[in-house]
């Protein structure tokens, strides 16, 4: 079956850094796009990052770019998010998700290709 597990999150003081994994199984995992996702409580979730199926291409929500890295190791069909300077806002549930993306969107896959989530808390 498809799986897709996240880990790697945790409570850290503004300004410090987190490094999310995503170990994914049950799909050829070096065809799919791949994203992260985030969701704070009361708030809808919100795309974060996205890299191309072979990792050539990425793309970042204008919150977090220049502080987020995402990158995937196909030969282990792992995902990764590198968080630098974090700030409070950014706490929230980190999700990892499988989908295609073609011109300049990302369209994620259906209920199968979500991870239950990471908490990452940024608090002083």
């Known amino acids: 079956q498809v799986q897709l597990v996240e880990s790697g999150g945790g409570l850290v003081q503004p300004g410090g850094s987190l490094r999310l994994s995503c170990a994914a199984s049950?799909?050829?995992?070096?065809?799919?796009?791949m994203s992260w996702y985030r969701q704070a409580p009361g708030k809808e979730r919100e795309l974060v990052a996205v890299?191309?199926?072979?990792?050539?291409?990425?793309s970042y929500a204008d919150s977090v770019k220049g502080r987020f890295t995402i990158s995937r190791d196909n030969a282990k069909n792992t995902l990764f998010l590198q968080m630098n300077s974090l700030k409070s806002e950014d706490t929230a549930v980190y999700y990892c998700?499988?989908?295609?993306?073609?011109?300049?969107?990302?369209?994620?896959?259906?209920?199968?290709?979500w991870g239950k989530g990471t908490h990452v808390t940024a608090s002083s």
């Open positions: 049950g799909f050829t995992f070096s065809s799919a796009a």
């Open positions: 890299i191309t199926s072979g990792g050539g291409s990425t």
């Open positions: 998700n499988a989908g295609a993306y073609s011109g300049s969107r990302y369209y994620p896959w259906g209920m199968d290709y």
